[in-house]
């Protein structure tokens, strides 16, 4: 567990510094409160000093506190698909109607603001002394799905049918989220749902996908390898349909062959919130949670957004039972 432990430590300490974490005292700090150092060298260290319970708790959209490693609490489920989904904030038109545009530069442009707003928002939540949903900076946006089935309720959120104009207003888009400085991110942004994650929306959480090679290939990854391999988005959100009659979130097709090893991504993968619980109800792929969640881990997926269900905190169990 531990390399997914540091992949989303590593990824908080590029995108929020020292991620509130209080200054040690004495003159021996810990290496994970040094922010001279790298924040690999402070992830490391930082997950070694965690028991495998507290390991568990920071693999969900809840992460939770850790009080005497100095670790807030944090939830990285926030949403800017156009505008930060929080009150106070400016709204844009939906993406869908962006896209009517064909405009990247005007996109790109959006989405600096949109980063920008959405880290001061952060930064008023963490002055006040909490971290809930929509007020962390790991923004789950842009939907760069491809819109061929309108019976699909979420069609709206997409850049629409088109693969070529999907990828260059995402790649536009998580430009301006994240910043030109990868070291120093003014937020992340995730790209979803991958993949082919669209058909009618009352089997979304059940159904199985069986695009053609060429059609995988031509339409439904392109967007999804642009924002990778020229957008170097920091996050991908895996989703609730099956492929090739594996869960996307358990699926080393598209996780491991394509996005890691074809792709180079050096990212963490969330899930589609509840998508965990869906590889064991919706698909019937394992007998129970705690087999969902650690064939999603082993097969590259990091994070789970459970909404309030079971998930990723099975985990210290699974590992107690040798199935991770």
């Given at each position: ?29 810990p290496a994970y409160l040094n922010p001279s150092l790298p924040a690999e060298q402070r992830a490391a260290d930082l997950v070694h000093r965690m028991t495998l319970e507290e390991k568990a708790t ?115 888009f998580v430009g301006g989220v994240q910043g030109g400085d990868l070291n120093h991110l003014r937020a ?137």
């Open positions: 567990m531990i390399n997914f432990g540091l992949r989303i430590v590593a990824a908080a300490l590029a995108c929020c510094g020292t991620v509130g974490l209080a200054a040690a005292q004495g003159a021996q700090k920071q693999l969900v959209n809840q992460a939770r506190a850790i009080p005497r490693l100095n670790v807030p609490a944090y939830d990285w489920w926030s949403e800017s698909l156009h505008g930060v989904a929080v009150n106070g904030t400016t709204e844009f038109p939906e993406p869908v109607g962006l896209a009517a545009t064909f405009d990247a530069p005007a996109i790109h442009s959006m989405a600096i603001a949109i980063g920008t707003e959405g880290r001061i928002k952060h930064a008023q939540d963490v002055r006040a002394g909490h971290s809930d949903i929509f007020e962390g900076l790991d923004f789950w946006a842009p939907n760069i799905n491809i819109f061929r089935d309108p019976r699909w309720g979420r069609g709206q959120e997409t850049y629409g049918e088109d693969p070529f104009l999907t990828g260059r207003l995402g790649v536009a992340v942004a995730t790209s979803k749902h991958f993949a082919v994650h669209s058909g009618p929306e009352s089997l979304r959480h059940t159904f199985n996908v069986d695009p053609s090679a060429r059609d995988l290939e031509e339409t439904y990854l392109p967007a999804f390898r642009a924002t990778v391999t020229e957008g170097h988005v920091q996050s991908v959100m895996c989703a609730y349909n099956s492929i090739d009659e594996w869960p996307a979130c358990t699926n080393r097709m598209l996780l491991k062959d394509h996005l890691r090893d074809a792709w180079g991504f050096k990212g963490f993968v969330v899930s589609d919130c509840g998508a965990i619980v869906d590889v064991n109800q919706g698909h019937k792929k394992t007998p129970d949670i705690m087999h969902s969640a650690a064939l999603s881990l082993q097969a590259g997926t990091d994070l789970s957004c459970s909404m309030w269900t079971p998930g990723f905190n099975t985990l210290a169990d699974a590992v107690r039972k040798g199935l991770v």
